[in-house]
């Protein structure tokens, strides 16, 4: 407030209290409420469905989690079929590949044998 409100406090006060009166009537309901027994809350629908929802989600959530991969990749599985064969040799372990095209580099060989 500033003092320019200040200075209309009596105006406010008699604008807002307007038709308030301190009398026995007054007193008696002061009485009355502070005396009367505070009622039991009750669950309102509101909260209910909130909370159904909310279980139905964490329900659905722990469901679906399981199903999530766990983050470990698999071993890739890859089929080879060397150049001018038929037959498959399969599995190959990735990193044996890999081994064998480093050795082949180190060794100065251009290619690799035809996988026996």
Sequence with gaps: MTMDH???????TDHVLAGLKADESL???????????PKERTFRTGTVVALCSLSVL???????AAR??????KP???QVIPAGSNRIVSPVDLQQVIDRASDAA??????????E
């Design 68 to 73: 999530f991969p766990s983050g470990q990749a």
């Design 76 to 78: 890739v599985d890859i």
């Design 58 to 64: 964490l329900i659905l959530l722990c469901f679906f």
């Design 106 to 115: 180190s060794n100065g060989i251009s290619g690799l044998d035809s996988g």
């Design 6 to 12: 200040l200075n209309k406090l009596p105006e406010i």
């Design 27 to 37: 007193k008696h309901r002061i009485f009355l409420s502070a005396a009367a027994t």
